[in-house]
């Protein structure tokens, strides 16, 4: 059974209506198509997603025309578990086709994707097995590659919000496998292949081994959004428009990123976030929940400068400075003066700042306008209230 050419606006609305109000019919809170690389090895294994158009609590209409598609040809879609995912053919795009009629001639630019996507199969001879639809039916920890992979596209995206996801488990999902360019390959293949490869001449050049591929292999950035070196952004990363990655000793790893124009020469790893006009110098670390915060993740705020290999294993507030080759970490002992206290709680008043003279890094945490400094005298780490302002060079954001 075939879906009959939709006629009219008004005809493409009323069958929408009636497909969600069908019994059972459960609304996805992510949906998308993506063009798989499978494993040369076996061809079960999904080691890349790559999605053309990412739904994320949107275009509900386009997700409940996709299920009576693939209803029609043939492919029972399970409404029960938290995630779907299923090979899709021809029959189904001939279906959608259908279904989409009133907008195949509007569908341009940005406007109507999902529409856009399925001309593009439409036009191609035999999509086989390539081609997987993904759904989402709660936010639950993904189950299969392709579900990894449409919650990294939803954070690069921004249509996601940083730690906003759940993504446990996906490094347990993902294969680890080596990057040719945008292809990944299995390593067991290449090793089962290495001496007829290297003896032909055609054993690859490999990039990198890792279960993420790059950031810039799936995302277009902002216009002035800059990153040097490729390798140096993952996939699941979050740019705000603006930033800048330096080469170097610069990362950003996934589900980690930025909340506006920032400078970033140094490492934002997983969970960690940093907010806008702030500068994380040459080689300086934020901790992820992994690598010594016990699973508290960081937040860098606004116009913070974190210096040339600095370390934060706290949460920063805005306005604030950790002087070059200073590590803040949540046991680390701050010594306070009695006249900087009372400037630092003059610009928190809303903190509740004991009354002493050494702190814990962990009882300063997410505190506005402090300056982390070492006495050079005794090494001692001190704290006082910041007086420089943090500014970027917008010519370069």
């Known amino acids: 059974m075939a879906i009959e050419t939709v006629v009219s606006k008004e005809a493409f609305k009323a069958l929408v209506e009636d497909l969600q109000n069908s019994h059972g019919y459960r609304e ?20 890349q997603a790559s999605y053309a158009v990412v739904n994320w609590k949107e275009n509900f209409g386009s997700a409940a025309l996709f299920i009576k598609a693939l209803k029609e ?32 001639s509007e569908a341009t630019g940005d406007a109507h994707r999902n529409v856009q996507v399925i001309k593009a199969l439409a036009g191609m001879k035999d999509i086989g097995k390539n081609f997987r639809i993904t759904f ?56 089962d292949n290495e001496i007829e490869m290297k003896l032909t001449g055609t054993f690859p050049v490999i990039d990198s081994v890792d279960k993420f591929p790059r950031y810039l292999q ?46 970033v020469e140094g490492r934002i790893s997983s969970s960690a976030i940093v907010g806008s006009g702030s500068d994380v110098g040459g080689g300086a670390s934020i901790l992820g929940v992994l690598s010594g ?27 604030c400075i950790i002087d070059a080759g200073v590590a803040v970490l949540a046991g680390t002992k701050i010594k306070v003066t009695d006249q900087e206290l009372e400037k630092i709680r003059i610009a928190n008043p809303n903190a509740k700042i004991a009354e002493k003279s050494y702190f814990k890094g962990s009882e300063l ?11 050079s005298t005794n090494g001692a780490i001190t704290a006082q209230r910041s007086m420089r302002e943090v500014k970027l060079n917008a010519d370069l954001h």
């Open 28 to 47: 996805p809170i992510a949906y998308g198509i993506a063009r798989v690389d499978r494993g040369q090895k076996n061809a079960d294994r999904i080691l």
């Open 73 to 104: 040809a043939r492919c029972d879609v399970d409404y029960l578990g938290s995630e779907f995912a299923a090979t899709i053919n021809d029959e189904f795009v001939s279906n959608a086709m259908a279904a989409f009629a009133p907008f195949l």
């Open 136 to 191: 989402l039916f709660e936010d639950t920890a993904p189950q299969s590659a392709e579900a990894v992979y449409l919650k990294l596209y939803a954070i690069s995206l921004g249509k996601a919000p940083l730690r906003g996801i759940n993504l446990a488990g996906a490094f347990g999902i993902l294969r680890n496998v080596a990057w040719v360019g945008n292809i990944p390959y299995e390593l067991e293949y290449l090793r």
């Open 218 to 263: 799936h995302i277009i950035p902002a216009d002035n959004t800059r990153i040097l070196e490729a390798s140096r952004v993952r996939m699941g990363a979050q740019l705000a428009a603006g930033t800048t990655v330096m080469p170097g000793a610069s990362y950003i790893n996934f589900n980690a990123g930025t909340l506006g124009a920032v400078m």
């Open 293 to 319: 915060t016990d699973g508290n993740p960081i937040s860098i705020g606004e116009n913070t400068l974190l210096g040339a290999n600095s370390v934060t294993g706290i949460p920063l507030g805005n306005g």
């Open 365 to 375: 945490q997410g505190l506005h306008g402090i300056h982390y400094r070492q006495d």
